[in-house]
């Protein structure tokens, strides 16, 4: 990470640039004719391109974490490496977006969706409850938006009705928690809270019961977030009426954006809690992988699958943010990071995909896919990778996410919690599987179908994520080194 002093106004350099390409975005969809709006997705990536290499060069945080703008932000490895993540899914779903015809020239998708992305990027780096609580509304507000962005689709506008009620209630939930954080303790510094309970803000000592009840309703607002049993009941429907770039969208930067929130106020602000809340996420994540892969097993739509893939997936992960709280030093929090960081790669490849099969065919039902490997070699080959890595398999990434979440669950002593996620993920490979049978059937059964044609966007967001794929799994020790200088500075607490 980076040396020195940094200006406040470098430090926000990502967001700065996120607003100006907002703008710039909006600007060009008022003067460009329709034909040249159809080019505003490679606009956008590459802006998001040229925010990230000049937040590279000129926004990192330097190596001890440090509070700016009044402690409402706070500079780390962690908000440097998420946002990154997010200007990288950003990216390649602007370009998934592109060749949508309902969807190319329409300049307030992208500004939505580069707002969605600065609310996560301050989501990374909020330090205090009230930022905190901005960041999470300025990133769902657009996303209700953007799921429902189809208005003559009944199943999108559906989606976004859903997915804003759902919102709506577990965000009052949620604040209802951070309210009886503030009144408990006085203050609403994220790293001061846990002081605040033992009384060292001048109020008296919280009685361990109510800082416990406060932490449920706080987790049920990130639950949210995450898609994480019992709080995943709008991620199927939203999933499968939401455009698909969206969706692929929802499942890859919105969630975690949901797990760097919801490392940094467990472990600073409830870490008198540890053991309490280590057994809290470890349930969640026994539900949502049980969940998810059993009810992924019936389902006959992609998106549907995907949805239930991604509330197991999220189950995984939580096995690392169960080992943390169980002591597990810093390896949970850099193998939750690491697996992020594959899921982000693999979901969006998946996602593109089906973005693209959805468009070229008209169909979203897995039996449709029938033979795409002839139709559409490129095509299949990123979806069986894409699909590999979901399920585990090596060299990819998501293999080696599952042994470092695993191994740090293992270390902790969860032995038992990494049992009954082996034994998920061997019922996770079977309908990832299924999927690859469909696809890669015999020649003679698809006689006669014609050949897709593939645009140059979705070719293009299809190799960089099956690229990325490969090289977080094959090239494994420089993203583990980024994932553990991560997740060290959610555990340095000034």
Do not use: C
């Not at 992305?117 to 330090?127: C, D, F, N, R, V």
């Not at 977030?225 to 939401?242: I, L, N, Q, R, T």
């Amino acid at each position: 990470m980076g040396n020195g002093d940094i200006s406040p106004l470098t430090a926000v350099l990502p967001e700065l640039g996120l607003l100006a390409l907002a703008a710039i975005i909006l600007v060009l969809d008022l003067f460009w004719d329709r034909k040249a709006r159809a080019n505003l997705g490679w606009v956008t990536a590459g802006g998001l391109l040229l925010v990230a290499v000049l937040s590279v060069f000129m926004a990192q945080p330097p190596e001890t974490p440090t509070l700016i703008w009044g402690g409402m932000l706070r500079l780390d490895g962690a908000s440097f490496v998420f946002r990154m993540i997010f200007l990288a899914g950003a990216a390649i779903t602007a370009l998934m977006v592109s060749e949508n015809q309902r969807l190319s020239a329409q300049g307030e998708f992208y500004a939505l969706m580069l707002v969605s992305t600065l609310g996560m990027s301050l989501m990374a780096s909020a330090a205090d409850l009230v930022m905190l609580y901005l960041a999470i509304e300025t990133t769902s507000i657009p996303l209700y938006i953007l799921s429902g962005f189809l208005l003559r689709d009944q199943k999108s506008v559906e989606a976004g009705l859903k997915y804003l009620l759902y919102g709506a209630m577990t965000s009052a939930v949620m604040l209802y928690g951070f309210s009886l954080l503030y009144g408990f303790t006085g203050t609403t510094q994220i790293y001061d809270i846990a002081a605040g309970f033992s009384g060292q803000n001048g109020l008296p000592a919280v009685y361990p019961a109510a800082v416990i009840g406060a932490m449920l309703l706080v987790l049920v607002g990130f639950g949210f977030k995450v898609s994480a049993a019992p709080f995943h009941f709008w991620a199927p429907d939203v999933y499968e009426g939401a455009p698909t770039a969206v969706a692929g969208f929802l499942s890859t930067a919105s969630k975690a954006a949901g797990f760097v929130v919801l490392m940094r106020v467990l472990s600073a602000a409830f870490s008198d809690q540890a053991l309490v809340w280590s057994g809290v996420v470890a349930a969640l994540s026994i539900g949502s992988m049980v969940v998810g892969n059993f009810l992924a097993l019936a389902q006959k739509n992609i998106k549907r699958l995907l949805a239930y893939s991604s509330i197991a997936q999220a189950g995984y992960m939580l096995i690392g943010v169960a080992a943390a709280g169980a002591g597990g030093e810093s390896l949970p929090y850099t193998a939750t990071t690491y697996y992020l960081l594959a899921y982000l790669a693999t979901n969006l490849a998946a996602f593109g995909v089906v973005a693209a099969v959805s468009r070229l065919t008209g169909s979203e039902q897995i039996a449709d896919y029938r033979g795409l490997n002839q139709r559409a070699p490129g095509l299949s080959l990123a979806l069986a990778v894409a699909v590999l890595s979901l399920g585990g398999i090596p060299p990819f990434a998501g293999f080696f996410g599952k042994v470092v979440v695993f191994a740090s669950g293992i270390q902790a002593g969860l032995t038992w919690l990494v049992i009954i996620g082996i034994l998920n993920a061997v019922v996770g490979l079977y309908y990832y599987l299924t999927v690859l049978r469909v696809v890669y059937q015999r020649a003679e059964e698809v006689e006669g179908e014609t050949p897709l044609a593939i645009p140059a966007a979705w070719k293009t967001a299809a190799v960089l994520s099956a690229a990325g794929i490969v090289a977080i799994g094959v090239l494994f020790l420089p993203w583990y080194n980024l994932s553990m200088q991560a997740a060290s500075s959610l555990l340095t607490f000034r």
